[in-house]
């Protein structure tokens, strides 16, 4: 079992950037896809990006295209998401989470949540 733990979260102002990073237990780490997810008050959880187990396959929520990148090191069992560019309606709590084995884009097929990391766009 994976257990994972969200960092990197907190408030910049429109246009700036922030990375998360998310650290992983386990021997298993590469042995699974990942992928970043998100919520906002008042709304349910949304796809936001998704990562092969060895890296070689990304996939992004339209609304972060372009603007957001999905990494990991298996060696360092981290994975990270490098937020550019970002909005207000990028406001969230941030989660990572055990991805399928096949690109998804439905939160339910991800498991083994963290606790998430508040990010906060705003002026």
Do not use: H
């Not at 990991?72 to 990028?90: G, Y």
């Amino acid at each position: 079992q994976v257990q994972l733990v969200e960092s990197g979260g907190g408030l910049v102002q429109p246009g700036g950037s922030l990375r998360l990073s998310c650290a992983a237990s386990g021997r298993t780490f590469s042995s699974y896809a990942m992928g970043w997810l998100r919520q906002a008050p008042g709304k349910e959880r949304e796809f936001v990006a998704f990562v092969s187990r060895n890296g070689g396959t990304t996939a992004y929520a339209d609304s972060v295209k372009g603007r957001f990148t999905i990494s990991r090191d298996n060696a360092k069992n981290t994975v990270s998401l490098q937020m550019n560019r970002l909005k207000p309606e990028d406001t969230a709590v941030y989660y990572c989470a055990v991805g399928p084995p096949a690109i998804s884009r439905r939160p339910e097929e991800y498991s083994n949540w963290g606790q998430g990391t508040q990010v906060t766009v705003s002026s």
